[in-house]
């Protein structure tokens, strides 16, 4: 395990083998969570959150239990976060990732975030383990639905409103995001671990890790022989041999690492 700046041979030394790492790689996993998108302003799931959502844990309303008992202030906490999302920008580590397919090797992107910045940078079809918030379904027949146009963002008096209803059952539309309790939609999840199974370096960015099957990711990888990159604030490496730890934020870390990286030689 290594950290940048620590003592390990030379100051960047975990920097250095993990720029040396991506340049041998072919194949390059991204993996996120919540922190690369802190820096464009979205709340992450296990900070504190402000204004009219003070009193409310975000797990708390992550479930269809809630949804049941009380749907206008899980779908008003969903236009809140939607609303949120269609305000932030990318941040310098969602380009740097988009950037990065530029470089002559295959780049995946794999995410547990429902908001599209990644997309936003660049990155072509990046997966949603956990779904979009910028689609909703039934959540009795579990069609995928159509937001009105007047439910895109929340009343600005923050006032909660009554999900908008299904075109085909009536049924209570819901974000098609996935809950607590719920299954991941099984083919995104199955192409995710095809993919990871076959880097040679995954980066994980700004994820806790204590969601599964998510955070199993970065095992997974590690087992199948790659590298796993770790960019947190905190340290959340397991001391593998094959993991190295950036302690930073993802937007310093990641642009200066990736500009490490040379392109790779085109076969005439
Ligand atoms: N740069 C890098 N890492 C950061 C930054 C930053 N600027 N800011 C915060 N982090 C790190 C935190 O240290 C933490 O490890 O991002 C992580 C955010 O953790 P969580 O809030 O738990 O988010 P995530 O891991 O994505 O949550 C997983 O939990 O509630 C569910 O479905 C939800 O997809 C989500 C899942």
Not at 135 to 158: E, Y
Not at 180 to 188: A, M, N, R
Request: some cysteine; proline content about 7%; charged content about 15%.
């Amino acid at each position: 395990m290594n950290q940048v700046g620590e003592d390990s041979g030379s100051p960047g030394a975990a920097l250095k083998r993990a720029s040396d790492a991506l340049s041998n790689a072919g194949h390059i996993v991204c993996f996120s969570g919540a922190g690369i998108s802190a820096e464009s302003g979205i709340a992450t799931y296990r900070d504190p959150l402000t204004g009219i959502w003070a009193p409310h844990d975000p797990q708390t309303m992550e479930t269809a239990s809630a949804f049941r008992k009380n749907p206008q202030l899980v779908w008003g906490w969903y236009l809140w976060r939607r609303q949120q999302v269609a305000n932030a920008q990318p941040n310098a580590a969602h380009l740097a990732i988009g950037q990065l397919a530029t470089i002559g090797r295959k780049v995946s992107v794999i995410t547990q975030n429902v908001d599209d910045l990644h997309e936003r940078a660049g990155s072509a079809d990046v997966m949603h383990l956990h779904g979009s918030l910028s689609t909703p379904k039934c959540f009795a027949c579990h069609r995928p639905g159509t937001l009105p146009q007047h439910q895109m963002l929340l009343p600005a008096d923050g006032a909660l409103v009554e999900p908008p209803r299904c075109g085909r059952c009536s049924g209570k539309l819901r974000p098609n995001v996935v809950w607590y309790g719920e299954d991941l939609p099984s083919d995104v999840w199955k192409s995710a671990v095809a993919l990871v199974k076959s880097c040679e370096v995954l980066i994980s960015v700004g994820t806790s890790g204590i969601v599964t099957p998510a955070a199993d990711i970065p095992w997974l990888a590690l087992s199948s022989g790659a590298t796993v990159i770790h960019v947190n604030t905190e340290d959340v490496s397991t001391a593998q041999p094959n993991e190295l730890m950036l302690i930073g934020k993802a937007t310093e870390v990641l642009p200066k690492l990736l500009a490490l990286v040379p392109r790779a030689e085109q076969p005439q």
